[in-house]
């Protein structure tokens, strides 16, 4: 089935010609040279958004509003009034909580699951075990499990939806097993809670923690009808520095800003009594945003079409066809499906290795050689050239859940440039350690 020419690709990036088998890309991805070539392009122009007449700033105003098109468009959204910039998954979670904060009355709830990375699972700690008790308002955060195969348990999650559930928020794909929950039956439980929103809705709000699902799936925030979906652009090819939250406008509409200061304020409408918020989405753009960040990580996306099929979208403004981005997103998803089924056919061979997750899973692999660190793990696949991440991974709770202590595992995670060739030689890295611990035994 035609996939894509990771052959091709990989020309784009720099990493290769430094022999790397970089295998760890659910942390982060690397960035292609075009990307690297547009901030050099953009500084003859350099100038701040939103506050100068020169030239420089209208251009750099024009390509800056425009990266919202792209990303929206991207998201299947309405347009740029749903798209809120922040620095990473985690501080658009944080966004959406301190949002909410003064919405949520004594007796409510939040569920999220033990599936979460701690970005989707800290702050709704924080907000009902730290924050909301100081302010004398009790709001539970309740914990939906997994089954023994990694699958999410929907039955419980749905169990402890109830009519003062006002935010269900659960992960697209999880960093940890891989698993991807079926978010129309997220929204389905979610629906059937009937929680009276200020918004005049009758139904819990449904946050997706997308940072795992967006670099190999095409997103469609209509047709999932999430009210908030977050990701990061590091793990989709762009610069470190740019998040995105997605949200509903009339949410954006109706909720308080995460930041106050300038530019997300009207112009001239402030006074001492009075001030009036910018019109969306620069409301939720207080001070200088990462303006380079931003037009880079918009361009990541176009960039990602013209490397799958030849297209020629990077550099431009114009309108994404949809069509284009499920296509290429399809073959991302082909791609690194394969990758991660051979890989863990291979790792299957392994004497005393245990992987964690169900079959079908977002591109990566969790496992623990029996006997072995698995920090010891990583670091011997560094010595081997082959780049894993060992630790829990910020998904704690599931660690914690299997009863593994320490709370760690070792993880190898694929991209739409990654080979056949990469995963063989990262399994036969870890099929040497394996052998060399039954040795040293
Ligand atoms: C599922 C998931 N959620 C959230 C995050 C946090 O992303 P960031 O560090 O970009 O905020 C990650 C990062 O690994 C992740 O995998």
Sequence with gaps: MNALDATRIRAHFDFPAAGRVVTNNAASTQPPRELIGLLR?????????HRGQSTASRRTTAMFEASF?????WLNAPGRGCVATYRNTTEAINAVMYSLLTEFRDGDNVVTTMLEHNSNYVPWHALCREILPRLG??????????????QLDLDHLASLVDGRTKLVCCTGASNFSGTKPDLSKLREIADASGYAQPTGETRALLLVDAA?????????????????????????LAPFGVGVLYAKQHLLDHALPFLYGGDMIAEGRVTPETVAWNDLPWKYTAGTPNILGTIASAQALRLLLDLVLPTAFFGGTGPLPRVAIEEVMARVGRHTANLTARCMAGLAEINGLQMYGPEHRTPLVSFNLGGVSPFAVAEALDRRGVEARAGCHCATLAHHALGLDPPASCRLSFALYNTTDDVDRAVEAVREIAASRRLVG
């Design 41 to 49: 392009d953009l500084t003859p122009w350099y100038e701040n958004v």
């Design 69 to 73: 098109d792209t990303i929206a468009a």
């Design 137 to 150: 308002r009790r709001v539970e955060c309740r914990l939906a499990r997994f089954d023994a195969d990694g």
């Design 212 to 236: 795992q699902l967006a670099p190999t799936s095409a997103i469609d925030v209509r047709a999932l009808d999430v009210d908030y979906l977050a990701f990061s652009f590091h793990k989709m």
